[in-house]
């Protein structure tokens, strides 16, 4: 039972989400289940119980924490884990703060960080709702939830545009283990600005930017920066990566409402090193160097991937689909040996 301070407080905070594009039916169930839960069930929150009974998949989910957290509904925590025993080592209350490396006493060994594997993000309901219980104030219970990875945060559209602050330190790089980029460029863009001028071109680049925008959001991704008129987008799997690349292209080859915009793109994913770039969150490494090798390829209207998207298991159900499938060996740019890479076209 909430006290009447906490009632004031929450009412005025779900007054505040309400205006941040939440639905009012899933407000409900979230106010049902702050004031229903089990305290000791709220610090932390268990991510899959919140998922189950909000019915909401991960990336939803992760999304309406995200929103709890920025209305004052709930805390957040980051927090380094052991590989060997999952007990936490550090706890940071802003990425920034999160080290590239840490040491666990109980197994006496140290380990690198893995944004994908081992800082796990912990929700707690906001005290000013609900203390934490004491049987849990000290207690372990208190971190272990493993269900929320610093990549979910990272690929999430919400996180990047709203929590601008989270950032990695300067002179840090965080390693993630394997991350999905896609790159995609406009072909032909120099004679579309000489063709209809620099105004209208660039109505049409923007549109086209607000559509990647919607789809790779859709698609549980989010858009790391754009160059020029290229966007550079990552997500935490192969599969929703692939999707969101063959939505893109079916959105503008086969819709016909702007025949003037051809995308050219490729996929690829890897390893990276999570960095502070201009005061934002970017990639560094190999594999992003080659998924924007692997763009280049593309001859617009298709989709180039490389061969860890190729044989990543959950991206066989999007390659069904697709009507040719080409395979080359490809030069690459700072690559010595030809690389393995696939196009996806909507045509035979």
Same mark, same amino acid.
């Given at each position: 039972?909430?006290?009447?301070?906490?009632?004031?407080?929450?009412?005025?905070?779900?007054?505040?989400?309400?205006?941040?594009?939440?639905?009012?039916?899933?407000?409900?169930?979230?106010?049902?289940?702050?004031?229903?839960? *089990?305290?000791?069930? @709220?610090?932390?929150?268990?991510?899959? *119980?919140? !998922?189950?009974?909000?019915?909401?998949?991960?990336?939803?989910?992760?999304?309406?924490? #995200?929103?709890?957290?920025?209305?004052?509904?709930?805390?957040?925590?980051?927090?380094?884990?052991?590989?060997?025993?999952?007990?936490?080592?550090?706890?940071?209350?802003?990425? +920034?703060?999160?080290?590239?490396?840490?040491?666990?006493?109980?197994?006496?060994?140290?380990?690198?960080?893995?944004?994908?594997?081992?800082?796990?993000?912990?929700?707690?309901?906001?005290?000013?709702?609900?203390?934490?219980?004491?049987?849990? !104030?000290?207690?372990?219970?208190?971190?272990?939830?493993?269900?929320?990875?610093?990549?979910?945060?990272? $690929? $999430?559209?919400?996180? %990047?545009?709203?929590?601008?602050?989270?950032?990695?330190?300067?002179? !840090?790089? #965080?390693? &993630?283990?394997?991350?999905?980029?896609?790159?995609?460029?406009?072909?032909?863009?120099?004679? #579309? /600005?000489?063709?209809?001028?620099? @105004? $209208?071109?660039?109505? =049409?680049?923007?549109?086209?930017?607000? =559509?990647?925008?919607?789809?790779?959001?859709?698609?549980?991704?989010?858009?790391?920066?754009?160059?020029?008129?290229?966007?550079?987008?990552?997500?935490? +799997?192969?599969?929703?990566?692939?999707?969101?690349?063959?939505?893109?292209?079916?959105?503008?080859?086969?819709?016909?409402?702007?025949?003037?915009?051809?995308?050219?793109?490729?996929?690829?994913?890897?390893?990276?090193?999570?960095? $502070?770039?201009?005061?934002?969150?970017?990639?560094?490494?190999?594999?992003?160097?080659?998924?924007? %090798?692997?763009?280049?390829?593309?001859?617009?209207?298709?989709?180039? &991937?490389?061969?860890? &998207?190729?044989?990543?298991?959950?991206?066989?159900? /999007?390659?069904?689909?697709?009507?040719?499938?080409? !395979? /080359?060996?490809?030069?690459?740019?700072?690559?010595?040996?030809?690389?393995?890479?696939?196009?996806?076209?909507?045509?035979?």
């Amino acid at each position: 039972m909430l006290s009447n301070d906490a009632l004031t407080y929450l009412n005025s905070r779900m007054a505040s989400l309400q205006t941040d594009r939440v639905e009012p039916e899933l407000a409900v169930k979230l106010r049902d289940y702050i004031t229903k839960t *089990d305290p000791e069930k @709220l610090h932390p929150i268990r991510s899959e *119980d919140f !998922r189950k009974t909000l019915g909401l998949s991960k990336y939803p989910a992760v999304t309406l924490l #995200l929103k709890s957290v920025k209305h004052g509904l709930m805390d957040i925590d980051w927090s380094t884990c052991c590989p060997k025993c999952s007990g936490v080592t550090h706890h940071a209350s802003s990425l +920034n703060t999160v080290e590239e490396a840490s040491f666990c006493p109980m197994c006496d060994v140290g380990f690198d960080l893995s944004v994908d594997e081992n800082l796990q993000v912990i929700f707690s309901v906001s005290e000013n709702l609900i203390p934490v219980p004491e049987s849990v !104030r000290n207690s372990q219970a208190m971190a272990h939830d493993h269900g929320i990875t610093g990549s979910d945060l990272l $690929n $999430n559209a919400y996180f %990047r545009h709203n929590f601008s602050n989270e950032v990695v330190s300067e002179d !840090r790089g #965080l390693k &993630i283990k394997n991350i999905t980029l896609l790159f995609t460029d406009l072909k032909g863009s120099t004679e #579309l /600005y000489e063709k209809i001028g620099d @105004l $209208n071109a660039y109505r =049409i680049v923007r549109e086209h930017f607000g =559509i990647l925008d919607e789809i790779i959001g859709r698609n549980n991704g989010t858009v790391v920066k754009t160059i020029g008129d290229a966007v550079m987008a990552s997500f935490s +799997n192969s599969e929703d990566g692939l999707n969101a690349g063959i939505e893109i292209q079916e959105h503008f080859t086969l819709s016909g409402k702007n025949p003037s915009v051809v995308i050219k793109m490729g996929l690829h994913a890897g390893p990276a090193l999570v960095v $502070n770039l201009n005061g934002k969150i970017d990639y560094f490494g190999s594999t992003v160097n080659i998924a924007a %090798r692997v763009q280049n390829l593309s001859k617009g209207g298709d989709v180039f &991937i490389s061969k860890s &998207i190729f044989d990543d298991p959950r991206s066989l159900k /999007y390659l069904r689909k697709m009507p040719a499938i080409f !395979r /080359y060996k490809a030069k690459l740019k700072g690559i010595k040996e030809d690389y393995q890479v696939y196009q996806l076209n909507r045509k035979k």
